[in-house]
């Protein structure tokens, strides 16, 4: 690992500590503030404390980096570093006391010919006493209740007929949800363990295939290369590789294509 990237992975380790201390310090709070978006989604007092907390570090330690964040908007889009925030990921489980909720903290650099990709990703979920990280060429790793940091790879799965699929819901999938319901009725099994959770699953080879129709870049950068290191892959619905695609579809490689295709719509 460069000492660059060895540096930026510590640096977000630092903001996911930074997080974490405001996460749950308000989780199951009684005087927890809950407002609701333009979006209809709901946002905490917490998401904005902990993002808020990550851009102050980010501002002291990586002046000349960008930030996109789900709460306060981007800034330095155009630069070719930029960091990439969800503070909590799984607000309506926070909210309701579902510990299944997490910081995403992701590093997008934008290489010589104008395309982007993730280097360095954290996925911190303190209620789960889980982290698992990657950067790139490194491979992925978990941490569980603080103990020493274990390396995680995908399943060798290669059949649906013996595939697990995680999901959230049947929200957002328009015409693709019957080509959704179809696939899911062949998997060996199918269980909606939802948001990062399910791709953090996926990562560790527990689940084999995640999906889910409609995300943000914010939802998905640090999945994506979290997913990529555990040997894995990470497109859009579609099958267009990277976090920019508007959905997400992280499996264990062996399935990828089977899973792009069996969700075309008329097909």
């Not at 889009?77 to 926070?94: A, M």
């Not at 209740?145 to 049947?170: C, G, L, M, Q, Y």
């Amino acid at each position: 690992m460069s000492i660059r990237r060895g540096e930026d992975l510590a640096l977000a380790h630092r903001l996911a500590d930074a997080a974490d201390a405001i996460t749950l310090s308000r989780y199951q709070a009684i005087d927890l503030t809950v407002t609701t978006k333009p979006d209809n989604t709901p946002v905490t007092d917490a998401d904005k404390s902990a993002e808020d907390a990550i851009r102050s570090l980010l501002h002291a330690h990586r002046p000349d980096d960008g930030i996109v964040g789900e709460e306060f908007g981007q800034e330095g889009i155009e630069r070719d570093r930029y960091w990439v925030i969800d503070p909590i990921d799984g607000t309506k489980n926070f909210l309701r006391g579902v510990p299944t909720w997490a910081t995403l903290i992701g590093l997008m650099e934008r290489t010589p010919d104008g395309s982007e990709k993730v280097v360095v990703g954290v996925v911190s979920a303190p209620a789960l006493f889980r982290r698992w990280y990657a950067f790139e060429g490194g491979g992925a790793h978990v941490i569980v209740n603080e103990d020493v940091p274990k390396r995680i790879t995908v399943s060798e799965v290669s059949k649906i007929e013996d595939a697990s699929i995680s999901h959230s819901d049947f929200l957002g999938w328009g015409e693709r949800l019957q080509p959704f319901r179809t696939l899911m009725d062949q998997a060996w099994r199918t269980r909606a363990h939802g948001d990062f959770w399910s791709h953090m699953l996926v990562a560790e080879g527990a689940v084999d295939i995640a999906v889910e129709p409609t995300l943000a870049l914010w939802d998905m950068a640090a999945l994506d290369i979290i997913v990529r290191e555990a040997g894995g892959r990470f497109t859009n619905i579609d099958g267009v590789d990277g976090s920019h695609g508007g959905s997400g579809l992280s499996t264990n490689s062996a399935l990828h294509s089977y899973v792009v295709d069996a969700l075309k719509v008329g097909r």
